[in-house]
């Protein structure tokens, strides 16, 4: 019987381990909160060799923003990137985060070509719903990326630390 | 036909998987997951319970799933349906057609018949000579999937020899037992040597930017003994969880024997099949030398037995079996991406592993490894599991204080014993589910318990090995 109820108790477990976090309240106008976590993402790349080592790739990233701190940005988001990486000149890119009620927040994010250790940062530029005309700022490193012949990418962003500013009352929202 | 008992289940099933499913998609969606990721994972899960309670039979399960996961606007359909181009899906169909070839050419009697005149004074030497031939030939072949396609024929070949069918229920027990010997096998091949499975060079780099440096050696010695001690009880407690009808045939070896000799020499259709599976195998053991696509070798041997007419198109049309198993592969393993893609697989992964700050590392180590083994119940694919979960995991496990040598090499064998845990749970698996010799009941249950009994062998025999030989 153990090995039937097995997966289903953890099915459930799975469906269960939402958090016990409750999200940060409203915020104030012009209030502007830190926060950090850690961001694991799988996707896809395509690379285009170019003369002597010089490489350049598309790629397209998605997967689970975790953030911490009790009055931070939020508890997470799924993250979803698209870029552009250059061997010589670095990356460049734009990210959206997207919460469990659809509110999505934008940021451009500019850096070292990615890859195991290089550091990003993000600017973010505005959002959808409760975090419409924020704006702020972050950083992140990639603790480790991983490439398979198939062309499939994964990656664990640690270090993600960032502000964000809520628009003062009466400032137009985005 | 079906049992009573199982229209009872089927009747209670129904509504409790619908139930379930409804449940899930109207609870409030926990902070941090998208809409789209937490209803897929209702439909998901709910697929994967109607099956468990036999609500439904897994391409009817599968079949509700996508059809419920694109019309409500979940996923898109280029993405539900992707599975049916993904190259590991294909090669598991083409394997199996291939497989059949073997058997309809009489090949598979005679290895059967030399198998047996060797081992086949029991059942029980019979299941030691697959895991014994598997564990032989598993470094050269590093996809696991072909080589379940050079290991079904000979356990169907045995299974038939041994007069299992899997439509008589006494007899088929013989022929369940064996198949599930050829999933347990290749789950433990693959932990024992690091080119037996594409999953685990993918697992070793991963554990380098951890700074543990992995070669084939250092692999080999620090899986030894957990592996191998449980590729020598696995055939046992099978034997004990699944009891073949037939157990003890002393005087079959001599009948293999004499069998042998009345078959004669090799007939056409024999070497026809043997050359072409020679070449297969030479293609898929070299695939990462030359740069040859496992798949499209598998068609070049397909094509070469039609073309040869050792199979024939009647005796493809007659494989609707096959057909049944691209379908629900297919879905599932596009479903279970889709999962992974909205983050939901690395979100449930990194909340779990995050309850246990705190905790003291021994306790932290177990259970990250348990938890690490319970997350296979939702993927389809062993390396979306380490792309998507071994980073993770092993850094949680570190920061605990576990040592990384131990972490990463606990959670690097447990992506490939956790393959058995579901019959979806890795392609290899997909060739002997679709024999039919066993009932998906009997294949969750043992799976179950077979992962449950590998993840002991290696936490009371490989932990104790690990600190010996690589802290």
């Not at chain 2, 691209?326 to 995050?354: C, D, H, I, P, T």
């Not at chain 2, 845990?421 to 392609?427: K, L």
């Amino acid at each position: 019987m153990v090995s039937k109820w097995l997966p289903l108790a953890f099915l459930l477990a799975a469906g269960c381990s939402g958090p016990a976090v409750v999200p940060p309240g409203r915020p104030a106008p012009g209030e502007t909160r830190t926060f950090e976590g850690t961001w694991s993402a799988s996707g896809s790349r395509r690379t285009l060799e170019l003369d002597r080592g010089h490489k350049a790739s598309i790629l397209s990233l998605t997967g689970s923003l975790l953030l911490t701190g009790e009055r931070g940005l939020g508890v997470g988001f799924q993250g979803e990137a698209i870029g552009f990486s250059d061997s010589l000149t670095g990356g460049t890119g734009q990210c959206v985060w997207t919460d469990e009620r659809g509110d999505k927040v934008f940021s451009q994010i500019r850096g070292q070509p990615i890859g195991t250790g290089s550091h990003v940062t993000g600017t973010i530029t505005g959002g959808t719903g409760r975090y419409a005309g924020v704006t702020g700022e972050y950083e992140l490193r990639w603790q480790y990326v991983i490439e398979t012949d198939e062309g499939a990418i994964s990656g664990r962003a640690v270090g993600l630390r960032g502000r964000v500013t809520w628009p003062g009352a009466g400032a137009p929202r985005s | 036909m079906t049992a009573p008992g199982s229209n009872r289940r089927a009747l209670l099933g129904r509504p409790a998987t619908f139930a379930l499913a409804l449940g899930l998609w109207f609870t409030p969606i926990p902070s941090g997951l998208t809409s789209q990721a937490w209803h897929l994972f209702a439909i998901f899960a709910a697929a994967i319970f109607s099956v468990i309670v036999a609500a439904f039979p897994l391409l009817t399960a599968a079949m509700l799933a996508a059809a419920a996961a694109v019309l409500t606007g979940t996923i898109a359909p280029a993405k539900a349906f992707a599975g049916f181009a993904n190259g590991s899906v294909l090669l598991v169909v083409v394997a199996f057609l291939v497989a059949s070839s073997v058997v309809k050419s009489g090949l598979g009697r005679r290895i059967s018949f030399l198998v047996v005149s060797a081992f086949g004074r029991s059942t029980l030497g019979l299941a030691y000579s697959i895991f014994l031939t598997d564990a032989a030939i598993a470094p050269a072949f590093p996809s696991n999937t072909a080589r379940s396609g050079v290991l079904f024929p000979i356990v169907l070949s045995l299974a038939e020899g041994a007069g299992s069918t899997p439509h008589d229920e006494k007899k088929r027990r013989v022929g369940g037992y064996l198949m599930f010997c050829g999933m347990a096998s290749l789950a433990v091949s693959s932990a024992l040597w690091l080119t037996a499975t594409s999953v685990n060079p993918i697992g070793v780099e991963i554990a380098r930017q951890f700074g543990l440096k992995i070669d084939f050696g250092s692999w080999l010695l620090a899986a030894s003994v957990p592996a191998l001690a449980a590729a020598l009880l696995l055939p046992v407690v099978l034997y004990w969880l699944f009891p073949p009808s037939v157990r003890a045939t002393p005087d079959a070896p001599a009948a293999a024997r004499a069998a042998l000799r009345s078959m004669g020499p090799l007939t056409r259709d024999e070497k026809v099949v043997a050359v072409a599976f020679l070449l297969m195998v030479t293609g898929w053991v070299t695939a990462g030398t030359l740069k040859l696509d496992l798949t499209a070798v598998a068609f070049g041997g397909l094509g070469a037995l039609l073309a040869t007419s050792v199979l024939t198109l009647d005796d493809i049309a007659q494989e609707g079996g096959t057909l049944a198993t691209y379908l629900w592969l297919a879905v599932l393993f596009a479903m279970s991406g889709q999962l992974n893609e909205l983050g939901f697989m690395s979100y449930v992964g990194g909340r779990l592993s995050s309850a246990l700050e705190g905790v003291a590392w021994p306790a932290v180590y177990v259970a990250l490894l348990v938890l690490y083994v319970l997350m296979h119940y939702l993927f389809v694919s062993q390396s979306s599991q380490v792309l998507a979960l071994l980073g993770v995991f092993v850094d949680v496990g570190l920061r605990a204080g576990v040592p990384t040598p131990l972490m990463a090499f606990a959670l690097l064998f447990a992506s490939s014993y956790f393959s058995t845990i579901t019959p979806q749970g890795g392609s290899q698996n997909v060739i002997f589910v679709g024999s039919g010799y066993l009932t998906q009941g009997e294949l969750y249950k043992l799976g179950a318990l077979t992962t449950s009994f590998c993840l002991l062998v290696f936490l009371l025999l490989g932990t104790p090995w690990l600190f010996l030989v690589v802290r």
